[in-house]
Protein backbone atom coordinates (compact mmCIF):
# COMPACT_ATOMS: atom_id res chain seq x y z
CA UNK A 1 0.00 0.00 0.00
CA UNK A 2 1.45 3.37 -0.88
CA UNK A 3 1.87 5.94 0.93
CA UNK A 4 -0.64 8.57 -0.85
CA UNK A 5 -3.44 5.81 -0.22
CA UNK A 6 -2.95 5.53 3.10
CA UNK A 7 -3.11 9.38 3.64
CA UNK A 8 -6.17 9.55 1.49
CA UNK A 9 -8.42 6.96 3.30
CA UNK A 10 -7.41 8.41 6.44
CA UNK A 11 -8.80 12.03 5.74
CA UNK A 12 -12.19 10.15 4.41
CA UNK A 13 -12.45 8.77 7.61
CA UNK A 14 -12.06 11.90 9.49
CA UNK A 15 -13.94 13.59 7.79
CA UNK A 16 -16.52 11.28 7.70
CA UNK A 17 -16.41 11.34 11.66
CA UNK A 18 -17.25 7.49 11.86
CA UNK A 19 -15.91 4.61 13.25
CA UNK A 20 -13.75 2.10 16.17
CA UNK A 21 -13.51 -1.26 18.07
CA UNK A 22 -16.99 -2.37 17.38
CA UNK A 23 -16.44 -5.52 18.57
CA UNK A 24 -15.58 -3.90 21.97
CA UNK A 25 -17.62 -5.64 24.85
CA UNK A 26 -20.87 -4.38 26.25
CA UNK A 27 -21.16 -2.47 22.69
CA UNK A 28 -24.26 -1.61 20.91
CA UNK A 29 -25.04 -1.32 17.19
CA UNK A 30 -27.06 1.40 16.66
CA UNK A 31 -29.67 0.19 13.68
CA UNK A 32 -33.34 2.29 12.04
CA UNK A 33 -33.90 5.54 13.73
CA UNK A 34 -30.81 5.83 15.88
CA UNK A 35 -28.43 5.35 12.84
CA UNK A 36 -30.26 7.93 11.37
CA UNK A 37 -30.64 10.77 13.84
CA UNK A 38 -26.64 9.65 14.64
CA UNK A 39 -25.58 10.71 10.56
CA UNK A 40 -27.72 13.27 10.48
CA UNK A 41 -26.04 14.99 13.59
CA UNK A 42 -22.61 14.03 12.17
CA UNK A 43 -23.84 16.25 9.27
CA UNK A 44 -24.98 18.82 10.54
CA UNK A 45 -22.29 19.31 12.82
CA UNK A 46 -19.78 19.01 9.85
CA UNK A 47 -21.43 21.87 7.99
CA UNK A 48 -21.31 24.69 10.80
CA UNK A 49 -17.63 24.55 10.25
CA UNK A 50 -15.56 26.30 6.96
CA UNK A 51 -12.35 25.46 8.23
CA UNK A 52 -10.50 22.79 10.01
CA UNK A 53 -7.01 22.18 11.39
CA UNK A 54 -5.84 19.24 13.76
CA UNK A 55 -2.59 18.24 14.45
CA UNK A 56 -1.96 14.28 14.23
CA UNK A 57 0.44 10.97 15.49
CA UNK A 58 0.38 8.49 12.90
CA UNK A 59 2.09 4.62 13.87
CA UNK A 60 2.16 2.05 11.99
CA UNK A 61 2.83 -1.87 13.01
CA UNK A 62 4.21 -4.35 10.66
CA UNK A 63 5.05 -7.90 10.27
CA UNK A 64 7.88 -6.66 8.24
CA UNK A 65 9.72 -4.92 11.41
CA UNK A 66 9.54 -5.27 14.98
CA UNK A 67 9.25 -1.27 15.75
CA UNK A 68 6.31 0.84 15.43
CA UNK A 69 6.61 3.64 12.54
CA UNK A 70 5.78 6.86 13.97
CA UNK A 71 5.41 10.08 11.99
CA UNK A 72 3.86 13.71 12.96
CA UNK A 73 1.96 16.08 10.99
CA UNK A 74 -1.16 18.44 10.78
CA UNK A 75 -4.12 18.46 8.89
CA UNK A 76 -5.70 21.47 7.28
CA UNK A 77 -9.25 22.12 5.47
CA UNK A 78 -10.34 25.60 4.05
CA UNK A 79 -14.54 25.26 2.51
CA UNK A 80 -15.29 24.31 -0.29
CA UNK A 81 -12.53 22.65 -1.43
CA UNK A 82 -8.65 23.01 -0.52
CA UNK A 83 -7.85 20.40 1.78
CA UNK A 84 -4.00 20.03 2.86
CA UNK A 85 -2.44 16.95 4.59
CA UNK A 86 1.44 17.54 5.74
CA UNK A 87 3.61 15.02 7.37
CA UNK A 88 6.65 16.71 9.28
CA UNK A 89 8.82 14.52 11.04
CA UNK A 90 10.43 12.23 10.70
CA UNK A 91 10.21 13.05 7.20
CA UNK A 92 8.09 16.38 5.18
CA UNK A 93 5.99 15.44 2.62
CA UNK A 94 2.49 17.21 1.92
CA UNK A 95 -0.35 16.60 -0.33
CA UNK A 96 -2.76 19.02 -1.27
CA UNK A 97 -6.22 19.53 -2.83
CA UNK A 98 -7.44 22.62 -4.16
CA UNK A 99 -10.41 23.09 -6.34
CA UNK A 100 -10.34 19.75 -8.25
CA UNK A 101 -6.30 19.63 -8.63
CA UNK A 102 -4.11 17.49 -6.45
CA UNK A 103 -0.57 18.65 -5.69
CA UNK A 104 2.38 16.02 -3.68
CA UNK A 105 5.26 18.26 -2.19
CA UNK A 106 8.58 16.14 -1.20
CA UNK A 107 12.48 17.18 -0.62
CA UNK A 108 12.21 16.47 -4.43
CA UNK A 109 9.60 19.11 -5.55
CA UNK A 110 5.91 19.33 -6.31
CA UNK A 111 4.38 17.05 -8.37
CA UNK A 112 0.67 18.10 -10.06
CA UNK A 113 -1.85 15.32 -10.74
CA UNK A 114 0.86 12.61 -9.70
CA UNK A 115 -1.90 10.10 -10.26
CA UNK A 116 -5.89 9.24 -11.15
CA UNK A 117 -6.65 7.42 -7.22
CA UNK A 118 -5.01 10.56 -5.77
CA UNK A 119 -8.11 12.87 -7.75
CA UNK A 120 -10.80 10.15 -7.38
CA UNK A 121 -10.06 10.10 -3.11
CA UNK A 122 -9.56 13.90 -3.48
CA UNK A 123 -13.52 14.15 -4.37
CA UNK A 124 -14.15 11.35 -2.17
CA UNK A 125 -13.04 13.48 0.79
CA UNK A 126 -14.55 16.65 -0.28
CA UNK A 127 -17.89 15.15 -0.89
CA UNK A 128 -17.77 13.66 3.38
CA UNK A 129 -17.42 17.69 4.11
CA UNK A 130 -20.63 18.52 2.27
CA UNK A 131 -21.61 15.34 3.37
CA UNK A 132 -22.93 13.56 0.43
CA UNK A 133 -20.51 10.79 0.72
CA UNK A 134 -21.72 10.02 4.19
CA UNK A 135 -25.44 9.85 2.87
CA UNK A 136 -24.35 8.28 -0.42
CA UNK A 137 -21.70 6.19 0.39
CA UNK A 138 -21.01 3.28 -1.93
CA UNK A 139 -17.47 1.80 -1.02
CA UNK A 140 -18.02 1.44 2.53
CA UNK A 141 -20.32 -0.61 4.63
CA UNK A 142 -20.67 1.50 7.95
CA UNK A 143 -21.65 0.28 11.47
CA UNK A 144 -22.62 2.23 14.48
CA UNK A 145 -21.75 1.74 18.03
CA UNK A 146 -22.26 3.00 21.76
CA UNK A 147 -20.71 1.37 24.60
CA UNK A 148 -21.87 1.39 28.13
CA UNK A 149 -19.97 4.93 28.80
CA UNK A 150 -22.02 6.59 25.89
CA UNK A 151 -18.99 6.47 23.27
CA UNK A 152 -20.05 6.03 19.89
CA UNK A 153 -17.81 4.26 17.79
CA UNK A 154 -18.09 2.84 14.21
CA UNK A 155 -16.31 0.73 11.69
CA UNK A 156 -15.96 0.74 7.97
CA UNK A 157 -16.11 -2.28 6.01
CA UNK A 158 -14.98 -2.11 2.10
CA UNK A 159 -16.95 -3.07 -0.90
CA UNK A 160 -15.26 -1.18 -2.90
CA UNK A 161 -12.71 -3.80 -4.94
CA UNK A 162 -9.53 -1.01 -5.05
CA UNK A 163 -9.91 0.09 -1.17
CA UNK A 164 -11.18 -3.84 -0.54
CA UNK A 165 -7.75 -5.25 -1.85
CA UNK A 166 -5.41 -3.07 0.74
CA UNK A 167 -7.72 -2.84 4.00
CA UNK A 168 -9.81 -5.60 6.41
CA UNK A 169 -11.78 -2.42 7.85
CA UNK A 170 -10.94 0.81 8.97
CA UNK A 171 -11.99 2.69 12.31
CA UNK A 172 -12.77 5.41 14.47
CA UNK A 173 -13.15 6.81 17.74
CA UNK A 174 -15.77 10.06 17.47
CA UNK A 175 -15.33 13.11 19.91
CA UNK A 176 -18.61 13.06 21.52
CA UNK A 177 -18.68 16.36 21.46
CA UNK A 178 -17.59 17.59 18.08
CA UNK A 179 -18.69 14.44 16.24
CA UNK A 180 -15.03 14.34 14.86
CA UNK A 181 -12.97 11.45 14.87
CA UNK A 182 -10.40 11.41 18.02
CA UNK A 183 -8.35 8.06 16.81
CA UNK A 184 -8.06 6.13 13.29
CA UNK A 185 -7.42 2.41 12.65
CA UNK A 186 -6.88 1.26 9.68
CA UNK A 187 -6.05 -2.64 9.49
CA UNK A 188 -4.68 -3.75 5.69
CA UNK A 189 -5.86 -6.82 4.55
CA UNK A 190 -2.03 -8.30 5.34
CA UNK A 191 -2.10 -7.65 8.87
CA UNK A 192 -0.53 -4.43 9.03
CA UNK A 193 -2.23 -1.78 11.59
CA UNK A 194 -2.17 2.25 11.46
CA UNK A 195 -3.14 4.36 14.29
CA UNK A 196 -4.02 8.12 13.74
CA UNK A 197 -4.41 10.24 16.91
CA UNK A 198 -5.69 13.85 16.12
CA UNK A 199 -5.12 16.53 18.92
CA UNK A 200 -5.71 20.01 18.94
CA UNK A 201 -8.59 20.40 16.64
CA UNK A 202 -9.62 24.11 15.75
CA UNK A 203 -12.64 24.80 13.34
CA UNK A 204 -13.17 27.42 11.67
CA UNK A 205 -9.63 29.51 12.33
CA UNK A 206 -8.35 31.95 9.74
CA UNK A 207 -6.41 29.78 7.25
CA UNK A 208 -4.52 31.40 4.46
CA UNK A 209 -5.17 30.35 1.03
CA UNK A 210 -0.97 30.08 0.57
CA UNK A 211 -1.60 27.12 2.26
CA UNK A 212 -3.03 25.39 -0.15
CA UNK A 213 -0.88 26.20 -3.38
Known sequence: MNHSKTILLSLIVLLLGAPLFAQEAGSTELTGEKKTALVNSIDKAHKQFSTLSANFTQEKTST??????????KMQYKAPKQLR??????????????????????????TANPNKMLGEMG????NTINGSFLKENTDFKTRFYKNKAGQVTAVLTP?????????????IVLNSSTLLADTVVLTETNGDVTTITFTD????TTL??????
Open 64 to 73: LFTDKVVQKG
Open 85 to 110: WEYTSPKAMTVIFTNGKVLLKTEKGT
Open 123 to 126: TMII
Open 159 to 171: VNKKIKAYYKDIS
Open 201 to 204: KKPN
Open 208 to 213: SDSLFK
